[in-house]
C-alpha cells in the first residue's frame, strides 16, 4: 500500500516537475495552438474576402468579422489544447470550455446583432439633408460580429489546428 502511495506522488511530482520545466511561454501549448488557431483564421479571412468580392483586403489580417471566425477559432483551440494537455475532467478545461461557449454566443448574438443596427444607423445617417449636424459623421463600423456558419467554421478551423498541434507535439516527445 505504501509503496502504491509513493509511486502515485512520484509519479505526481513527475508530472508537474515536467510541466514546470517547460514552463517557458515558448512552449505552451495551449497558449501556441490559440495563437496559431487566431493567426490562420485572419489569413484565411483575406482570401474568403477575396473569393467573395474579388479584391483584396489586407486590413481582414487584423479586423473583426467575416469567414471563419477567429474569435472562434482561437478560444476552441484553447479549449482542446487545455483538454488535451491538462486533462477534460480539470478545472482548467471547464473554464476553458464556459470561455470559449461565451466568446462564440457573443460573437453570433450580441456583436452580430450591433453590426446590423451600425448598418441602419449608417444608412440613416446617408439620408439626412447635408445640413444636418449628423450628416459629416464619421460611419459606424458595420462588421462586428459573426453568422452562425462563421463561427461554426471557426470552431472547426480551432478543434483541427489544436488537434495537429497536438500530434506535432506528441511525435516530438
Known amino acids: 500500500m505504501m509503496n502504491q ?32 488557431s487566431f493567426a490562420l483564421a485572419q489569413t484565411i479571412k483575406v482570401f474568403t474576402s477575396w473569393y467573395k468580392e474579388r479584391r483584396w483586403d489586407l486590413k481582414q489580417l487584423i479586423g473583426s468579422g ?27 478545461f471547464a473554464i476553458s470550455l464556459v470561455i470559449a461557449c461565451v466568446v462564440m454566443y457573443d460573437a453570433f448574438g450580441v456583436r452580430l446583432q450591433a453590426g446590423r443596427q451600425a448598418e441602419v444607423l449608417n444608412q440613416i445617417v446617408y439620408e439626412l439633408p447635408a445640413e444636418h449636424p449628423l450628416a459629416e459623421s464619421r460611419p459606424l463600423r458595420e462588421l462586428l460580429g459573426h453568422t452562425p456558419p462563421q463561427v ?15 500530434l506535432i507535439v506528441i511525435a516530438r516527445s
Open 152 to 166: 461554426i467554421a471557426g470552431a472547426t478551423l480551432g478543434v483541427v489546428t489544436a488537434s495537429m498541434a497536438y
Open 66 to 92: 467575416g469567414m471563419p471566425s477567429s474569435h472562434s477559432a482561437t478560444v476552441t483551440a484553447l479549449a482542446l489544447a487545455v483538454g488535451l494537455q491538462e486533462g477534460f475532467g480539470g478545472s482548467m
Open 5 to 36: 502511495d509513493s509511486e502515485a506522488s512520484s509519479s505526481t511530482t513527475s508530472h508537474y516537475s515536467s510541466s514546470s520545466s517547460s514552463s517557458s511561454i515558448l512552449f505552451n501549448y495551449p497558449l501556441l495552438a490559440a495563437l496559431l
